[in-house]
């Protein structure tokens, strides 16, 4: 069919395809040689307190609807303050409304809860920097993020739907933890050292 075209379409190759194939060949064989842990119930929420976080925000973006572009310095200036307003509180809720009517703030009353590398980094360190019922204030290259990081414990009405949504998520987060940690194990035993690219990363995100 139309294999070469979508290679074409997303900047592919045969060589690049070839090692996705691999790699999960190879993957599959060396999980065969490890054990599949079971985690008892409390691991699992244990895990879900620890890892995931739960949150309402706002963005006041920087960044023109129509155009894509940055917006004017004075319009940056303006958003800044509006941020800094609804850090300390003012009308929040209402500025959700205003600014981010389409994010799970609005489509949840259990406001947005994500784990860890779900976000950009500014993100997930900001909320990580303030406890429950604190405000914190985020730049972003889309904006500002004003944060208000929520409980997320066993006394919320919230915290049982939540941790079941994720549970089998969370089960199979903590198997492929030990997996790789076991495949680490064996890198060292054989003296594989495995060298990371920096720059292609970075140029990928």
């Avoid at 009517?101 to 784990?115: H, K, L, M, V, W």
Wanted: charged share 35%; aromatic share 12%; with cysteine.
């Amino acid at each position: 069919g139309g294999y070469k075209k979508f290679l074409k379409d997303n900047n592919l190759t045969d060589d690049y395809i070839d090692t996705l194939a691999s790699v999960s060949y190879y993957t599959d064989a060396l999980k065969k040689q490890t054990e599949t842990p079971t985690f008892t119930e409390d691991e699992l929420r244990e895990y879900f307190k620890e890892h995931y976080r739960r949150v309402k925000y706002v963005l006041i973006s920087t960044i023109d609807s129509q155009t894509g572009d940055e917006v004017s310095d004075d319009k940056k200036e303006e958003a800044k303050k509006t941020a800094e307003k609804a850090q300390n509180g003012e009308d929040f809720d209402t500025l959700i409304s205003d600014y981010s009517p389409n994010t799970a703030n609005d489509s949840d009353e259990n406001g947005y809860i994500f784990t860890d590398n779900e976000t950009g980094i500014e993100f997930e360190e900001g909320v990580d920097s303030i406890k429950a019922d604190e405000f914190t204030l985020v730049q972003s290259d889309s904006g500002y993020y004003v944060i208000k990081r929520l409980p997320l414990d066993e006394s919320q009405e919230c915290f049982e739907e939540e941790y079941e949504n994720v549970a089998e998520t969370i089960n199979n987060t903590m198997q492929n933890n030990v997996f790789y940690e076991q495949v680490q194990k064996w890198a060292d035993e054989y003296g594989i050292k495995v060298t990371v690219n920096d720059e292609v990363l970075d140029k990928i995100n």
